[in-house]
């Protein structure tokens, strides 16, 4: 069983719908990150989180650290969403990643 | 200062080769990072390095593999005598501290045939 485990692994949504992607982990953490990888390979860091909740824009990260586990959502989606959004979560100085979720939004 | 910079951004390669990959960290990162991401799967950790020490290193970076971070600046990654299982995307990361965001470079897609 891996240490990061997100769901959905695919995801396909139409234009303006809410989405939801979870991640759900086993080790201890100090931090868990919210990434997003587009084709070609660019990670580019969304959240860095250790308690509760972030707002950036259209994208809300939640944690629950009692639970071991974090939900990052997408409100109105819009095909410029559509990459690999990856759960890392920092265990013993160093990120430890889930295999990521493929989001594909449509017009 | 413009990000986290990795140089080749593609590598072909034939098997038994070795290849060299660098690292350029934003210039006040102290740590650096090292990660391999095969298709399909998301980044395993390979090395860290805190300044120019190597603090940790995987089990999956076998006596092929050497880092370096020589002044605590850039750092390389070196594989030795390239096999077709090497074949991924080797990213690169720098941090002020482990508490700190991570900033990731585009990473080096290698190829061995």
């Known amino acids: 069983k891996n240490e990061v485990e997100q769901s959905p692994q695919n995801l396909t949504a139409q234009e303006g719908e809410f989405i939801t992607i979870n991640c759900s982990y086993s080790v201890g953490i100090s931090a868990l990150h919210w990434l997003q990888q587009h084709p070609g390979g660019g990670i580019v860091s969304l959240f860095m989180l250790s308690s509760g909740k972030k707002k950036h824009g259209r994208l809300i990260a939640t944690i629950n650290i009692q639970e071991k586990h974090s939900s990052l959502h997408i409100t109105a989606s819009h095909p410029r969403d559509s990459a690999v959004y990856i759960c890392?979560?920092?265990?013993?100085?160093?990120?430890?990643f889930g295999t990521g979720t493929r989001l594909q939004v449509f017009p | 200062d413009t990000g986290v910079s990795q140089d080749p951004r593609h590598k072909i390669t034939k098997r038994g080769q070795n290849v060299t990959f660098r690292c350029d960290p934003i210039?006040?990162?102290?740590?650096l990072y090292w990660y391999r991401q095969t298709l399909g799967q998301g980044p395993e950790f390979l090395t860290y390095f805190q300044n120019e020490a190597q603090l940790e290193k995987s089990r999956l970076l076998s006596d092929r593999f050497s880092a370096e971070r020589p002044k605590g600046s850039f750092s390389t990654l070196e594989i030795q005598r390239t096999e077709q299982g090497d074949s991924a995307m080797y990213l690169c990361a720098s941090s002020l501290s482990a508490n700190y965001g991570y900033t990731f470079g585009s990473g080096t897609r290698l190829t061995v045939v």
């Open positions: 210039s006040e990162h102290n740590r």
């Open positions: 890392a979560v920092l265990n013993t100085d160093k990120l430890i």
